[in-house]
């Protein structure tokens, strides 16, 4: 059938339906005129003309996407406005193009999401919209009009503003290519309309690229004042990105909106269209989130070195995390823009270099509380020698003798007084473009020390000492101990070569070297026991590091014996001695080690007290005994407890250390043993494959440290079922484990067992005997020794092995 | 796909309806694999879902009469490629990962044979006559009152119940016929 016959077909249809049904035959017949076909055709249609069929709407009975469209607030009517068009979406509401049914004004209507106000909201924004009507200027999108209208039984608020057709800011900034000094004059005139605002008694509060569109003519105009004043809490409603404008002071909260949140903003929109990125980087947790915002945010110079010095100084000087310290005024920081523009004097305070100092060692205040100590010490001892060459000197030896000694020694204070400079300025974030951090300096510092300094009565020696020193600080083991090592060979009859010796010793021990590290103190036990005046203090420090190579070497039974020596020593000192502290700390570990967990939680609780009590509760071993502590408490099945003092180290020594600092690692490779143990398999696995990529990188593959994390990733592994990725973890561990310890390290052994277990349960019964061959053989056959028990473990498992396969 | 209107397809309104069949899609999607013993999925809800992403969008939308339309026209393709999905499993055939129930979006259950078979009634219908295509589509897949249909395409209340009366005899044949072997 064509389309004409079925138009035709249509009209007969249409025309005979609406006839009285008594008509229909007459009617259809006439119109039809002889065409049987047609007849037959429109009374077939008619036949089939069912008002029960598709009666219901597919979704059923009562639904329409007109409403659900009003629902949703896209089609209706408000006060004397009809709404025509979205124009966009916020958090607090929607906002549309819409006609003033009277006058035919087109306005940019918004309203409120059903919801974002409270009452009391409602009523302010009301009271909001007259003070609003009063503002005039340019720069500010006028309020017409204000009112509450019903949205699907809901009653909502709706402001009424001078439609504005612009782009919103940041898209024209990038749209346009703008360059610096367009931007900086673009935020000078949003300042200007901010100011206008604050004089009248109105503060914006929700300043962001997205409520400032820029015109045909380029003019800025700011929309929506006023309004995030009366809705609820903007921190819980903003979606993304609107936290970075917020000033710290309206994160905490309960803080009244004040101007200067405003310009807060101001400072924060400019550095992002600078940027690229905002000032602070907000994580979504409410904590972190006001952590982050006091926090200083990244220089802008440093992201743009271009833009270092006084646009900086404006732009941070908004910025700042203290109100009171901030910018007082959105005309303040208007006027020193365009003064840079204009390139006069601003009045921004420039952040002095000791200030940007204090920022960055915030971050890391034990540390450069360390290296600033030993550097101190190194130049107040060259300071010294001048002095003394200067004068006492003088009378005995030819002048100009003296002159060139005193020259020299001053040469040298110099040098390595520049070569300190260097590297706390490269420390600062201002010393280069990237994420530098200090580390990283100390790390360029040990490698430019031969070139710059030159070594001369035991400065270099005193100079490798002391960065080796600060590199142990910032746990860069290795690298410290090369360091201290070069100080030795270089240290003269005058230098304490056994304090560098200790050093050094610890040093090793930390990189995980404790077999030498233990035969370094052995030897410097028998020889300080062999020479009756050393002090006391230093053989109580010599015990306990012999003690603690002895334990890291798996010697338990050595370690106790020696820090039961060193703890009779140490009685001798005051109670708040540090290193008194870690021995009786160590002695917990001894302890634990040799299963006596009751004991060991006894000695922790005890110390930790008296740490907490003499140090602090922030002190970096307050902490290390805190996360101890923990483990005890795992031990003896208090989860909660456990918990508690992981949290509290690992908060503690994040606020110290930053994130991936060997102590940090730590204390996660412990929450991840506590999730273990509460069989949250899967969390566990998770932060313990973090852990061992961390200490993978930082400490290497071999590292014993790196070895536990890797074999506990492989127990959780299997624990949680996935045996394949567990053996194979199981294999890669072994050869590792055997280059990294010693042959007859009793971790060795567990990992051995450990695998042959797994190995066992999968019914391989040659392979897990052979490793357990291995282990039994490896742990050596003493008598009664502190690894009876696990060697009885290996026994039996041995036992049960041959059982099964002789089944 | 053809857009069939009063104002005519443009380009706009075929990325809107882009955008709003991929979003009714995934919201169906994730409402119908739901969890067992949620309640099933509520019409209203999906499409609230719908729109509250499409709020979002930042266009200048052409006007909330077209809205309707375009609407209405993504929960028809939604319904349809969910019963032809349905089809294709109980076949065998391709690889479609979840059954999904049709029954539990619409109220009183649908068949999706019935559904396909009207899908495929309604193109031909469109065929001949677009404006009764697009009154079925809005009143049986949007939802909508004569008279707003009547809105949406500016033309008189008469007009729209004369049409849907035609289009809804001719669907109802067809599909008999059709039915027949």
Redo the contacts between chains.
């Keep these: 059938m064509t ?1 004409p016959v ?1 138009a035709r077909i ?1 009209a007969i ?2 025309r005979v ?2 006839a009285p049904p008594a008509q229909r035959a007459e009617l259809l017949a006439r119109e039809c005129a002889g065409s049987a076909e047609l007849a037959a055709e429109v009374e ?7 008002d029960g ?2 009666a ?14 009003v ?5 209706f009517r408000a006060g004397d406005y009809r ?7 916020g958090a607090t509401g ?1 906002v549309y ?1 819409a006609v003033h049914e009277p006058t035919g004004r087109e306005v940019a209507l918004k309203v409120l999401r059903p919801g974002a106000l409270s009452p009391e909201g409602a009523r302010r924004l009301l009271a909001e919209a007259a003070l609003l009507r009063r503002l005039d200027h340019p720069g500010i999108a006028r309020v017409h009009d204000a009112g509450l209208a019903a949205l699907h039984g809901e009653t909502t608020a709706y402001l009424a503003m001078e439609l504005v057709d612009g782009l919103p800011l940041a898209q024209y900034v990038s749209g346009e290519a703008c360059s610096v000094r367009v931007i900086v004059h673009l935020m000078a005139c949003v300042a200007d309309a901010v100011q206008h605002a604050h004089e009248r008694g109105v503060v914006h509060n929700d300043l962001k690229p997205s409520n400032v569109l820029i015109t045909a003519k380029g003019a800025p105009r700011i929309v929506d004042f006023g309004v995030a004043q009366c809705t609820r809490d903007v921190v819980a409603d903003s979606a993304g990105g609107t936290l970075g404008y917020l000033a710290p002071e309206r994160l905490a909260s309960g803080a009244p909106s004040r101007p200067t949140s405003d310009v807060y903003a101001l400072g924060a929109i400019t550095y992002e269209l600078l940027t690229g990125r905002l000032p602070v980087d907000h994580d979504r947790r409410p904590g972190a989130q006001l952590r982050a915002a006091l926090a200083d945010p990244w220089p802008l110079g440093a992201l743009r070195p271009e833009l270092r010095g006084d646009l900086e100084t404006i732009v941070h000087h908004a910025l700042d995390p203290l109100a009171a310290r901030r910018c007082p005024s959105a005309a303040f920081f208007a006027r020193d823009l365009r003064r840079f523009l204009a390139g006069a004097r601003i009045e921004s305070p420039r952040l002095a270099w000791p200030r940007r100092f204090a920022r960055f060692a915030r971050h890391h205040r034990a540390v450069v509380g360390g290296i600033a100590a030993s550097f101190a010490a190194l130049l107040l001892g060259l300071a010294g020698t001048v002095a003394a060459l200067r004068t006492a000197e003088r009378a005995r030896i030819e002048e100009a003798t003296a002159r060139a000694q005193a020259d020299r020694a001053a040469a040298r204070a110099r040098a390595v007084s520049d070569y300190l400079t260097g590297v706390l300025r490269a420390a600062t974030p201002h010393g280069g473009d990237g994420n530098p951090n200090l580390d990283d300096v100390l790390v360029t510092a040990a490698r430019s020390l031969p070139s710059t300094l030159v070594d001369a009565d035991g400065t270099l020696a005193a100079t490798c000492h002391a960065l080796g020193l600060a590199l142990f600080a910032v746990g860069r083991y290795e690298l410290a101990a090369q360091q201290i090592e070069r100080a030795l060979a270089l240290a003269g009859p005058g230098d304490d070569a056994t304090g560098l010796q200790l050093d050094l010793g610890v040093a090793m021990l930390h990189s995980g070297r404790s077999e030498p590290a233990l035969a370094l103190f052995t030897a410097i036990s028998d020889r300080l026991a062999a020479s009756a005046d050393a002090p006391v203090e230093l053989r109580f420090r010599c015990g306990y590091h012999h003690a603690l190579a002895a334990y890291e070497s798996g010697r338990l039974l050595l370690a106790r014996e020696r820090i039961e020596r060193a703890l009779v020593l140490g009685a001798e000192l005051p109670a708040g001695n540090r290193t008194l502290l870690a021995a009786r700390g160590l002695a917990g570990l001894v302890a634990s080690a040799l299963g006596e967990h009751v004991e060991s939680a006894g000695i922790y609780e005890a110390c930790l007290a008296d740490a907490e009590l003499h140090l602090g509760a922030g002190h970096p071993q307050t902490l290390t005994l805190a996360n101890n502590l923990a483990l005890q408490h795992l031990q003896l099945d208090d989860v909660r407890r456990c918990e508690a003092l992981l949290q509290r180290a690992l908060d503690g020594r994040r606020s110290l250390y930053g994130d991936d600092h060997p102590d940090v690692l730590q204390t996660l490779h412990n929450l991840a043993t506590l999730r273990g143990h509460q069989q949250r398999y899967a969390e566990a696995i998770e932060l313990q494959r973090r852990v061992l990529a961390q200490r993978h990188e930082l400490l290497g593959a071999n590292h014993p440290k790196t070895l536990t994390t890797h074999h506990n990733l492989a127990r959780l592994l299997e624990q949680g079922g996935r045996i394949e990725e567990a053996e194979q973890l199981f294999r890669a561990l072994l050869p590792n484990a055997e280059a990294g310890l010693p042959a007859d390290h009793w971790h060795l052994a567990l990992f051995r067992r450990n695998f042959a277990h797994l190995l066992h349960q999968q019914r391989r019964h040659d392979e897990a005997r052979c490793l357990l061959e291995a282990a039994i053989a490896g742990l050596g056959d003493g008598s009664a020794d502190e690894h009876a028990p696990l060697r009885a473990q290996l026994h039996a498992l041995k036992a049960s092995v041959a059982a099964a396969a002789g089944r | 796909m053809r857009t069939h209107g009063p104002a005519g397809p443009t380009p706009q309104t075929a990325e809107l309806f882009g955008r709003i069949y991929h979003e009714l899609h995934a919201v169906a999607l994730r409402c119908l694999r739901g969890e067992r013993g949620a309640p099933t999925l509520q019409a209203t809800a999906l499409v609230h879902e719908v729109f509250l992403r499409l709020a979002k969008a930042p266009d200048d939308w052409a006007g909330s009469t077209h809205l309707l339309a375009v609407a209405a026209r993504a929960i028809r393709r939604v319904l349809i490629n969910h019963a032809l999905a349905r089809r294709c499993l109980r076949r065998g055939g391709g690889h479609t990962p979840e059954p999904l129930p049709l029954g539990g979006l619409a109220a009183p259950a649908r068949d999706a044979v019935e559904l396909l078979a009207l899908g495929e009634a309604l193109e031909r219908l469109e065929q001949r006559d677009p404006r009764q295509g697009q009154i079925v589509e809005l009143r049986f897949f949007g939802g909508l009152t004569t008279a707003e249909i009547a809105r949406v395409l500016g033309v008189s209340t008469r007009t729209v119940e004369g049409e849907w009366s035609l289009a809804r005899a001719w669907l109802r044949r067809h599909m008999r016929q059709e039915a027949e072997p």
Excluded: C, W
């Design positions: 389309e079925f249509k249809y249409l339906r609406a077939s249609l008619l036949a089939n003309d069912d069929f598709l219901e709407p597919v979704l059923g009975r009562g639904f329409s996407v007109a409403t659900a469209l629902h949703q607030g896209i089609d709404a025509r068009a979205m124009l966009g979406a929607l193009r």
